[in-house]
């Protein structure tokens, strides 16, 4: 019983009959233009004096209601109310102009049909209720059965008068049910006739897919940047620390890498935030953001990883430091590249074991190959891992390659990626 009333009067039906009614008092304007041509054809009689005229006022006034929700505004605004009022999840609905012939279509319906069934429930819900009222009271109210309402002689006797509350509440009953079940068809229907078209699908998954990417771009940039700092750090200082008296000049050198790499490292997490700021921002954020490459940066990176200790020979050919040779999208990448490899080995190596770095440009590929020895190179970490899958989606979203792992008495990554325009 609970159930069946929260069904017909609980918050959601309420809702949904306002909804109806709604559509009721839009359908008015149609209704009264209907008269304007349904009374002369009826001989000048009075439309509001017959149900049956009304009934033909108000079905020549659909199709204009059809015609009009051809407004551009018609489908947001109607979304919009039937989101709140009928309880459909946003993501089912449409909320921009019908563009196409089919959504125009599909608009049409659902306003007709809003329109139609919330004139319907309007016009029961005013008449209903009074009448339901004086079946309820009439066994109490004498003055009612005196024949000034007009109502059937068999109210006059005492079984009609036992049963006309019964019928009075039955008929609130059924005017609540009505409601509710048109209420609940209009929600089942909405997002078919309102919801968005198989474009607008893909362009919201396009949309979805393009915002993961850069979410996940963020959290690569964030990795990469971020740890590679902390451990340069943590590991100069730990250098500096432990020459601290024997060696004053190397501690001023490990105090400035330190001083240079928290500053650097503060602009590129500035320069990732701004990014995720201007992340509404028309076009490819990533195109304007500042961001370290391997033409300008590969020297001070260099530098800085050397100044906690950890030995490092770097063979770098000429083309790769080249910003005019280099394209862009891949000195950046590349740049990224070569600091999570030099911060795995900062990690795992520390100052106890030399990096090999190579890069070089063969078979019109850029060839970035970091070695350093498998003893130094621990068990993966819990939650580990993170940096060479950055590294490999680098590398596959320019159409390269990466590998890593022990081959022989060294650990190696390898990393290809395509370049356009290099001879």
Not at 207 to 226: M, P, T
Not at 336 to 346: D, F, H, K, P, T
Request: some cysteine.
């Amino acid at each position: 019983m609970t159930a069946l009333a929260r069904l017909l009067f609980g918050r959601r039906a309420r809702l949904r009959w306002i909804h109806l009614i709604l559509g009721g008092a839009l359908a008015m304007p149609y209704v009264l233009v209907g008269s304007v041509v349904v009374g002369p054809v009826a001989g000048g009689a009075n439309v509001f004096g017959s149900l049956r005229l009304q009934l033909a006022s108000f079905a020549l006034g659909l199709p204009l209601a059809a015609v009009t929700s051809l407004f551009p505004l018609t489908r947001p605004l109607e979304s919009g109310v039937v989101r709140w009022l009928c309880g459909v999840e946003a993501d089912r609905l449409a909320y921009g102009p019908a563009r196409t012939r089919g959504e125009k279509g599909r608009t049409a319906a659902w306003f007709t049909l809003h329109l139609g069934a919330g004139g319907i429930v309007a016009g029961m819900s005013l008449a209903v209720p009074p009448f339901a009222g004086t079946l309820i009271v009439l066994p109490f109210v004498p003055a009612l059965r005196e024949g000034r309402l007009g109502l059937p002689g068999f109210f006059h006797h005492a079984w009609a008068l036992v049963l006309s509350p019964l019928a009075g509440a039955a008929m609130l009953v059924a005017l609540a049910g009505c409601a509710a079940a048109c209420g609940t068809l209009l929600a089942r229907w909405a997002p078919d006739l309102l919801g968005p078209s198989a474009a607008d699908r893909v362009a919201a998954a396009e949309a979805r897919a393009a915002d993961l990417a850069v979410r996940n771009r963020l959290a690569r940039e964030l990795h990469d940047s971020v740890g590679h700092a902390l451990s340069a750090v943590t590991l100069q200082a730990s250098a500096a620390r432990r020459v601290l008296d024997s060696d004053p000049e190397f501690v001023r050198e490990a105090l400035a890498a330190i001083e240079d790499t928290t500053r650097r490292t503060v602009g590129e997490l500035d320069a990732v935030l701004g990014v995720l700021r201007d992340g509404d921002a028309p076009g490819d954020p990533w195109d304007t953001a500042p961001a370290p490459t391997l033409a300008a940066d590969l020297d001070g990176l260099l530098r800085r990883t050397r100044a906690g200790g950890l030995r490092v020979d770097a063979t770098v050919a000429a083309v790769a430091t080249d910003p005019r040779a280099l394209p862009p999208p891949v000195s950046r990448e590349a740049y990224r590249i070569v600091q999570e490899g030099l911060s795995n080995a900062l990690r795992h190596a520390g100052g106890k074991a030399a990096v090999t770095l190579r890069v070089e440009v063969l078979d019109r590929h850029l060839r970035i190959t970091v070695e350093n020895p498998v003893g130094s190179v621990p068990a993966p970490r819990p939650g580990g891992g993170h940096g060479l899958r950055g590294i490999a989606d680098r590398a596959r979203l320019l159409g390269g390659a990466a590998e890593a792992g022990p081959e022989g008495p060294v650990w190696r990554l390898h990393v290809r990626l395509p370049l356009k325009g290099i001879a």
